[in-house]
């Protein structure tokens, strides 16, 4: 898990660390906004990348931890710069991969510096106004967390049916592998269901 994005917490007394989950939580949309309007040349783009950077070394995350939470998304935006360089030309291309892995590198370094009960009461504290006007404020922060912890729990689901199917030296195929997965899917949201209910969410 601690490979896998969104799959690890690392722990800490940073200033990053003890800063509230919901101003962590709004400075990445702030971020996200600014540097999606003015990162309009290489070097403001570069700028967005290092400052998400600067975080890291602050709160002190492994290097080891970090590239294992930012790896993953890199063959896909490499794929998405070369579609940008063949249609836009390569400035555009390093501009627009920079500034979506400075909104990725941001958004891991809130994960991990914060926990999902953290998160959680932010999200409802956040949507708390809304609470007036019927809005589910609890089940829709329930929605969130159980969707940012099942994201690595999915990943990891699929790199077990790999790693199995390379132990046993079978060869790739869409059923054998989509089979497995699903399979193992769809028990464990019968599992969170039924503790769901259990514990009376939802009635």
Do not use: C
């Amino acid at each position: 898990m601690n490979s896998l994005p969104l799959g690890v917490y690392v722990p800490g007394s940073t200033l990053v660390h003890r800063a509230p989950a919901g101003w962590k939580f709004g400075l990445l949309i702030l971020f996200i906004l600014i540097s999606a309007i003015f990162a309009k040349t290489v070097g403001v783009a570069v700028a967005a990348v290092a400052i998400p950077a600067l975080g890291y070394l602050t709160a002190r995350i492994p290097l080891r931890i970090a590239l294992g939470q930012l790896w993953p998304p890199l063959p896909i935006l490499t794929v998405l710069g070369l579609f940008q360089w063949w249609q836009r030309g390569g400035d555009t291309a390093l501009v627009t991969v920079l500034t979506i892995f400075a909104a990725i590198m941001a958004a891991t370094l809130l994960t991990l510096t914060t926990t999902i009960s953290e998160l959680m009461d932010a999200v409802e504290k956040m949507m708390a106004p809304f609470a007036r006007f019927g809005l589910p404020v609890e089940t829709i922060s329930l929605a969130i967390s159980l969707t940012i912890r099942l994201i690595p729990l999915q990943l990891a689901t699929v790199q077990e049916v790999l790693n199995a199917r390379k132990a046993r030296g079978a060869s790739f195929s869409i059923r054998a592998f989509t089979t497995p997965v699903l399979i193992r899917s769809l028990r464990r949201a019968r599992g969170i269901g039924e503790a769901l209910h259990a514990r009376g969410v939802g009635d």
